[in-house]
């Protein structure tokens, strides 16, 4: 037999089986379902100095540079919701609803630097916030907001499974919503107690990993980064209008359920 055909005959089983073992492994490639999660999350957060507007009848002053707390821990505590949905065509890519129940407390025993007009009396300089015609602002039943997100993650063994690393999915994401903060404010003596829908725009930022505990159950750790600008009515007339950054770290945990 000459030297070419054998080498033919001996390369045409080995062709054969390197074919059968790639056409094996499309097929037993696992198939990727699309995946819901339901996540539960609490945490600190921390306020950002900011400034503030307040306009009512004789009143339209100017506060610059205010301080606020955050209280995430007191009652009722900082809080938040998710549910997310991520994309069977393509798993790294998901879109959430977010909410969360954040809470701003001005602090109003601080001097402040104030302009304007107060009850009709010009006012330019340095001042303790609850000697002007704003004797409190908070919001500590909430500035809740309601974002919704484009997220993105990384498996870092290229697939999710039971290895220390195929159970981490770290991931960031995107999001623009509204606010529904409850406004309680006293301005002259009138109050305003209410929640207050669609106050204003809010914009966040995420970044967070995921780690798979048991079955559908993971655990996952966040930092957020909220933006806020709320114009809140007061009873009376007037508005109330301050802009806040909310740096947020949380942890939470959430089911997760191919469909």
């Known amino acids: 037999m000459k030297p070419n055909k054998i080498k033919s005959t001996l390369l045409k089983p080995h062709k054969s089986k390197l074919l059968t073992v790639l056409i094996s492994g499309l097929l037993l490639t696992p198939s990727v379902n699309a995946e819901i999660t339901l996540g539960l999350f609490a945490g600190k957060s921390f306020v950002d100095n900011g400034d503030l507007n307040l306009k009512q009848g004789s009143t339209n002053l100017d506060f610059k540079d205010v301080s606020w707390e955050d209280n995430s821990f007191k009652s009722p505590i900082f809080y938040g919701a998710r549910i997310g949905y991520w994309f069977k065509e393509s798993p790294n890519?998901?879109?959430?609803?977010?909410?969360?129940?954040?809470?701003?407390?001005?602090?109003?025993?601080?001097?402040?630097?104030?302009?304007?007009?107060n009850n009709n009396v010009p006012v330019n300089g340095s001042q303790v916030i609850n000697t002007t015609a704003l004797k409190d602002?908070?919001?500590?039943?909430?500035?809740?907001?309601?974002?919704?997100?484009?997220?993105?993650?990384w498996f870092?063994?290229?697939q999710r499974d039971n290895t220390l690393l195929g159970r981490l999915q770290p991931y960031t994401g995107l999001g623009a919503g509204f606010s529904i903060p409850h406004v309680e404010a006293t301005?002259?003596?009138?109050?305003?107690?209410?929640?207050?829908?669609?106050?204003?725009?809010?914009?966040?930022?995420m970044l967070g990993f995921n780690y798979d505990i048991y079955?559908?159950?993971?655990?996952?750790?966040?930092?957020?980064?909220?933006?806020?600008?709320?114009?809140?009515?007061?009873?009376?007339?007037?508005?109330?209008?301050?802009?806040?950054?909310?740096?947020?770290?949380?942890?939470?945990?959430?089911?997760h359920f191919d469909i």
């Open 93 to 117: 890519w998901g879109v959430s609803v977010d909410f969360s129940h954040l809470k701003n407390y001005l602090i109003d025993s601080k001097t402040a630097a104030v302009s304007g007009v």
């Open 137 to 153: 602002f908070n919001m500590s039943h909430g500035l809740n907001t309601l974002t919704f997100n484009g997220q993105y993650r």
């Open 156 to 158: 870092p063994t290229g």
């Open 187 to 205: 301005v002259n003596d009138i109050k305003t107690y209410e929640y207050q829908w669609g106050a204003g725009p809010v914009v966040n930022g």
């Open 215 to 255: 079955s559908f159950i993971s655990g996952f750790a966040e930092y957020k980064l909220t933006y806020a600008s709320v114009e809140a009515n007061l009873k009376g007339g007037g508005t109330i209008n301050t802009e806040t950054v909310n740096h947020q770290l949380i942890v939470g945990l959430s089911a």
